[in-house]
């Protein structure tokens, strides 16, 4: 089947509810390509947007660590998105092939993908999805974050095209501020990486539970168990610390994506431990810590209405979010959907796709932004 003109289909690599991937042959450029075909969507109304959101959210960004999208289009009335096409697994197949990596290997992925994200955040993207599934290896072991279709524009909430007070995103790497209905920031994409990481070096997600809902209340009030307790060897006291500066639950506290690469980059990892990264300026530290330990009663009884009123909205979001965003194992030339290789009840679980691919842009609905 010819797409265009141009685009001749090979072979199908990956399918979801939203979208079909197939490896592809761009006879004008004389190259290999992904394309994604938008499946009918009679039950959802935002999806043609959706889909036009994430060919315009990732083709704004042009990054090396960042899915490169080539074309956009419509062929006999079906929406098309062509993509590069990432020769290699996702990260969700490594672990379930191989569990946990070393920490030099770690660190080379988690300035990459730190990267990436920088470079999607300097040009207003969130990408509001970061899991092992998105985040691709190819051939020359370059990563690539694939998957923008839950992406937003900080300048421009309404472009999430989501319902109203719905969380987007998958629970095991949903960060704190996510969880209690807040819009997803930088910081967030950032918590959902350190998230990975931490997974990355232990072969588990930092937090796990039977329920989506007990997953919530973890990464609101739990502390993560440090890697090194949990047997993981040879892992530097920097690297560990700075990893739980990553999953701090104040989104002030935790460093920018440009931050985080340059530290791991520049292999300071291998260092000892230093002070955990703090984003906010020292004087406002002080202010929020006179401000707390003036009125603790008072915060305390904010946080628990907070966390309260967040549980029932996920509750409510997350039975919503089954509807509008169903996991999806859309494979091909970007990324995977994924189920973690551990132990433990979490999201519903999507097996990863034979090849490396790229999600059709669902996610997993998990509740609410």
Not at 266 to 281: I, L, V
Not at 325 to 346: L, M, N, R
Request: aromatic content about 6%.
């Amino acid at each position: 089947m010819l797409i265009a003109g141009r685009y001749r289909l090979i072979e199908s690599i990956g399918r979801g509810g939203m979208g079909e991937v197939w490896r592809a042959y761009d006879e004008t450029l004389d190259r290999q390509v992904a394309v994604k075909l938008l499946l009918p969507q009679d039950s959802d109304p935002t999806a043609a947007s959706r889909f036009r959101l994430e060919a315009r959210t990732a083709s704004r960004i042009g990054h090396p660590n960042v899915v490169g999208v080539r074309d956009f289009g419509e062929h006999d009335n079906q929406l098309y998105l062509v993509m590069e096409l990432v020769e290699g697994d996702s990260l969700a197949r490594v672990l379930t092939q191989s569990g946990a990596q070393p920490a030099d290997r770690v660190a080379r992925m988690a300035a990459q993908a730190a990267a990436g994200l920088a470079a999607a955040h300097r040009q207003g993207v969130v990408h509001r999805d970061i899991k092992p599934g998105n985040l691709l290896l190819d051939a020359d072991g370059t990563l690539k974050i694939g998957d923008f279709g839950i992406a937003r524009f900080l300048d421009d909430p309404g472009a999430a095209l989501t319902a109203t007070g719905q969380i987007v995103g998958t629970s095991l790497y949903l960060a704190p501020e996510r969880a209690l209905g807040k819009p997803a920031g930088p910081a967030s994409d950032v918590y959902a990486l350190g998230c990975v990481l931490y997974q990355l070096l232990t072969g588990r997600p930092p937090f796990n539970a039977d329920t989506a809902v007990a997953i919530l209340h973890q990464h609101l009030d739990a502390t993560p168990v440090p890697p090194r307790e949990l047997g993981v060897a040879g892992l530097p006291p920097a690297f560990e610390n700075y990893l739980l500066g990553l999953l701090a639950k104040d989104p002030e506290h935790r460093p920018g994506a440009q931050q985080a690469a340059d530290w791991f980059a520049a292999g300071a990892w291998q260092g000892r431990p230093e002070p955990r990264p703090r984003a906010q300026a020292p004087g406002r530290s002080r202010a929020r810590a006179r401000s707390r330990s003036a009125a603790p009663a008072r915060f305390g009884a904010r946080r628990i209405a907070a966390t309260a009123g967040g549980a029932l909205l996920f509750v409510a979001a997350m039975l919503l979010g089954m509807m509008w965003f169903a996991p999806d194992d859309t494979g091909g030339a970007g990324t995977t959907s994924e189920a973690p290789p551990t132990t433990g009840a979490s999201d519903p679980a999507v097996q990863p796709s034979p090849a490396a691919a790229q999600d059709d842009g669902d996610g997993d609905a998990d509740g609410d932004d």
